[in-house]
């Protein structure tokens, strides 16, 4: 169970809730309720994910969401956002450390007030994307969930629109990869303690998207600057880096 609280001048009171089981009936499934609320945000996520599928190494996770968010940067104004997805993940043969992932996801979204209210090019009906994604993992990692040597690799492809249906079309590419080793360790010599140790990480994503995300743009594409759209990074503006 977690929970956390913050209080700031012109955001007022935030917060978030949490509730993870990562062993639910006793059999190594997962379950997650995730609550985040605060002026400008109102998120609501829930999650339950199978290892071992009947006993096999076939994953499940079901996810569906709920998502409120205001928007100060650029006057973008509000916007909701509703759906779920479902994934399923394979082992690739002759390499125990890699998984292939199947996913099929909806997500509707509406837009209100700000920009949204005065830009006549902006459609203020709800929207609706089809998503089909495939990924690619492979993680060697180890002391998860605080990883302290070891790597993983990820690739992944979202096509969306076209014979899928909705809104918009485009194609949407991601790749992410981790590094991390242990420059050196205090203790853990002794049977049943644990070392301390200084880990090092590394950390680099990337992204192309092809096509016209549409009513989709504030979370399909990319940009960086700023703390509350895109990628966050202090010290430069909203969308100042795109």
């Known amino acids: 169970i977690s929970s956390g609280a913050s209080v700031g001048e012109g955001t007022g009171l935030g917060g978030f809730i949490g509730l993870d089981q990562p062993n639910l009936f006793g059999l190594c499934k997962r379950a997650s309720v995730q609550w985040q609320y605060g002026k400008y945000v109102n998120d609501f996520q829930l999650s339950y994910t199978d290892p071992a599928i009947r006993q096999s190494r076939t994953s499940g996770t079901v996810t569906a969401y709920s998502t409120y968010s205001r928007y100060l940067i650029a006057d973008l104004g509000q916007s909701k956002a509703s759906g779920g997805t479902i994934q399923l993940g394979f082992p690739v043969r002759g390499s125990p450390f890699t998984m292939f992932f199947v996913s099929y996801g909806g997500e509707a979204v509406k ?4 920009l949204a209210s005065r830009d006549t090019t902006i459609d203020t009906n709800q929207h609706f994307r089809s998503t089909v994604g495939f990924q690619l993992t492979h993680d060697n990692r180890i002391d998860l969930p605080f990883p302290s040597a070891g790597s993983m690799r990820t690739i992944s492809a979202q096509f969306n629109g076209g014979p899928l249906g909705g809104s918009s ?47 989709f743009f504030y979370s399909q594409k990319f940009a960086m600057g700023g703390t509350q759209y895109g990628e966050q990074l202090r010290g430069y503006e909203e969308f100042s880096i795109t």
């Open 111 to 114: 837009f209100t007030g700000g």
């Open 169 to 215: 079309s485009f194609q949407r590419y991601t790749t992410e990869l981790r590094n991390y080793t242990t420059l050196t360790q205090w203790g853990g010599e002794k049977p049943g303690s644990q070392a301390m140790k200084l880990v090092f990480g590394l950390t680099a994503r990337a992204g192309m998207l092809f096509g016209n995300a549409g009513p």
